[in-house]
């Protein structure tokens, strides 16, 4: 069982293409099949690992120019070596949520099998309230927000900006980084679940 996750860019007639730009931000995700341009403005992966998705959503978000669509279940084996070219529930489902997407808060959703919708809500519910901590986050808070996940310290934080430690700490209370981190957790807790759920339907 798997995430098959489809993005497709808002907007683009008006817009440059990002798709590019995307693929090059994901690059460093574990993925059953790295993500791909499939068509026009449109992007697609395979995740195996819960905890990749949340990567795959913050990035997502934080760029705010995409409809996406997760879809959980069977992929047709074996699987191709491009995940565009993959087939099966997984795909068809993701189909099926980025087109709901267009119309949904946050452009997302989540679609599964009918056994596994609660699973799906549940987990399309906290991708939701995480997008809404995410978009107030300001320039200064995402500078903030970045240093400490990659391990620094408030005090450090603040030494590397030339800022104050209390000024890291109100920067980072305003992005929401503690709520932000409750999310994810809870987010690829309920990915795992969704995937065991899956896997017994």
């Known amino acids: 069982m798997v995430l098959v996750v489809t993005v497709d860019q808002r907007g683009s007639r008006r817009s440059p293409a990002l798709g590019p730009e995307l693929l090059t931000s994901l690059a460093d995700v574990p993925t059953l099949r790295a993500f791909d341009q499939t068509a026009g403005d449109e992007v697609q992966g395979v995740l195996d690992d819960p905890a990749a998705l949340g990567v795959v959503v913050e990035r997502l978000l934080r760029q705010d120019a995409w409809h996406i669509g997760i879809g959980a279940g069977a992929v047709e084996q074996p699987l191709p070596r491009t995940a565009r070219a993959g087939r099966g529930p997984a795909y068809v489902r993701a189909r099926t949520a980025v087109t709901a997407a267009k119309n949904s808060p946050w452009h997302l959703r989540v679609v599964a099998d009918d056994a596994a919708t609660a699973e799906a809500r549940a987990l399309e519910t906290v991708l939701w309230l995480w997008a809404a901590v995410l ?46 981190r409750r999310a994810r957790e809870l987010a690829t807790d309920l990915a795992r679940r969704l995937l065991e759920r899956e896997e017994t339907t």
Request: net charge negative.
């Open 135 to 180: 978009a107030r986050r300001t320039l200064r808070g995402w500078e903030v927000a970045d240093l400490v996940a990659e391990g620094l310290s408030y005090d450090e934080t603040a030494t590397r900006l030339g800022v104050t430690p209390s000024a890291v700490s109100q920067r980072a209370q305003a992005a929401g980084i503690v709520e932000a």
